[in-house]
C-alpha cells in the first residue's frame, strides 16, 4: 500500500502543472487596448507561463467557448455583456483593466455611449470582477469604493517597437499627441503657443489631426486664435495605434496641456512615458495626475496656465535634451515594461 501510494506521488510530481487558460477579449483595437491588454498580454504569452487566446473581431469574440478557460480578461466593458455573466455562470475568474473614470463629461465625444450603455457597463464589469487592473493611485481609490480588488499597473512603452525608433531632422519643435476628447484641454494653449514659436523660430505640430472633422479645425482655432493658419502651425494626420509613437520623432518638446476637472484627475500619465521613449521632456499642467511625476526632473509643470512664460524659459536655458534624459531614466524605472508585466503574472498566479 505504502509503495504504491509513493509511486503515485511520484508521477504526480513528475508530471508538469497544468496551465491556466485565458482568454483576452479586446472589443476594437484601440490606444487603450493595445497598451493595456493586447501588448502586455503579448508580452505574458510569450514567457509561455500561460496558455493564452485572443478573440478581437465580432466574430472570434461571438465564437468564444468560456467554459474552455479558465481566467477572462477584457478592457473597461464588453460590447457583449452576456459574456461576462457566462464566465461568471462557468466559475471563470475575470479580471477587469480599466484606465479612464465612467463619469464622462458632456464635452466628451464618448459621452452619449457611455450614457446610454458604457457606465452601466462597466460598473457591472467591477463588480463582477475578481480583480480589477488600473493605471494610477488616483483612479484606483475611484475603482476600490466599488471593488476592494484593484490593483495599480503603471503604463509603460515597449521601446523595441519600431514606432519608438524613428529619426528624423526637424527645426525646433513644440508637440501634441491627443484626440478631440481634449478639446477642452487644448484651449489652455489660445494665445500661449505663438508667442513662444514667433519669438524662437519654432513650429508648433498637432498630431492625431483629422481634415475631415469640425473638431480637429476647433482644435486648431483654439490653439492659434485665428481661422488663417499660421507658419508655425503643423498638423500630423490621426494614424494606428502601431504608428502614433513616431510622431514624437519630430518634436524636441512635447506638451500636455490638461484642465483640472474630477474627469481628467483620474487619467493617467501616458503622455509623459511617450514623450520619454523619445528622450524628450515633457511640459505639463500642474494638476493629478501628472503630478504624480513630481520627482521626474524631465516633467516642468505649467503654474497658473503660464504657457508661454514656461516654454520660453526652458528654451532660453538649453536644458531640453538634459531634461528629456532624466525623463527617460525615470520613466525606465517606474514605468518598466518587465517589472509591470511580472506583475500581471504573480496577480493572475494568486487567482
Known amino acids: 500500500m505504502n509503495k504504491l501510494k509513493l509511486e503515485a506521488a511520484s508521477i504526480a510530481t513528475d508530471e508538469q502543472p497544468i496551465k491556466k487558460r485565458i482568454i483576452v477579449v479586446i472589443d476594437g483595437l484601440g490606444g487603450v487596448d493595445y497598451h493595456r491588454t493586447a501588448m502586455p498580454f503579448a508580452y505574458i504569452k510569450e514567457k509561455g507561463v500561460f496558455d493564452i487566446d485572443f478573440a478581437i473581431t465580432e466574430k472570434e469574440i461571438k465564437s468564444v467557448e468560456i467554459e474552455k478557460y479558465d481566467i477572462l480578461v477584457y478592457s473597461r466593458y464588453l460590447v457583449d455583456m452576456s459574456l461576462l455573466q457566462k464566465a461568471v455562470d462557468k466559475g471563470l ?116 489631426y483629422n481634415h475631415l472633422d469640425p473638431l480637429s479645425m476647433e482644435m486648431e482655432y483654439q490653439i492659434t486664435g485665428t481661422k488663417e493658419r499660421p507658419k508655425w502651425f503643423w498638423v500630423g494626420e490621426g494614424t494606428s495605434v502601431i504608428n502614433y509613437g513616431k510622431y514624437y520623432s519630430h518634436m524636441d518638446i512635447a506638451i500636455a496641456p490638461l484642465t483640472q ?6 487619467k493617467s500619465e501616458l503622455k509623459i512615458v511617450e514623450a520619454a521613449a523619445y528622450n524628450l521632456p515633457c511640459v505639463v499642467s500642474d494638476v493629478e495626475p501628472y503630478t504624480n511625476h513630481s520627482d521626474n526632473e524631465g516633467v516642468v509643470f505649467v503654474k497658473n496656465n ?46
Open 93 to 208: 475568474k475575470v479580471v477587469v483593466d480599466i484606465d479612464d473614470y465612467w463619469n464622462v463629461p458632456k464635452y466628451n465625444p464618448a459621452y452619449k455611449v457611455y450614457k446610454e450603455k458604457a457606465k452601466d457597463a462597466v460598473l457591472k464589469s467591477l463588480s463582477l470582477a475578481d480583480q480589477v487592473w488600473t493605471t494610477t493611485p488616483q483612479l484606483a481609490w475611484n475603482v476600490a469604493q466599488k471593488n476592494k480588488n484593484v490593483y495599480v499597473l503603471p503604463n509603460y512603452i515597449d521601446t523595441d517597437e519600431p514606432q519608438w525608433n524613428d529619426k528624423n531632422e526637424h527645426p525646433l519643435t513644440i508637440g501634441y499627441v491627443g484626440g478631440f476628447s481634449h478639446l477642452e484641454d487644448v484651449k489652455l494653449l489660445r494665445e500661449q503657443i505663438g508667442p513662444v514659436c514667433e519669438k524662437y523660430n519654432a513650429r508648433f505640430l498637432l498630431c492625431g
Open 306 to 351: 503660464q504657457w508661454t512664460k514656461t516654454l520660453s524659459q526652458l528654451i532660453e536655458s538649453g536644458q531640453a535634451k538634459e531634461l528629456g534624459k532624466k525623463n527617460a531614466e525615470y520613466c525606465k524605472i517606474h514605468h518598466n515594461m518587465h517589472r509591470i508585466n511580472e506583475k500581471r503574472i504573480k496577480l493572475l498566479n494568486e487567482l
Open 261 to 266: 476637472t474630477n474627469f481628467n484627475r483620474f
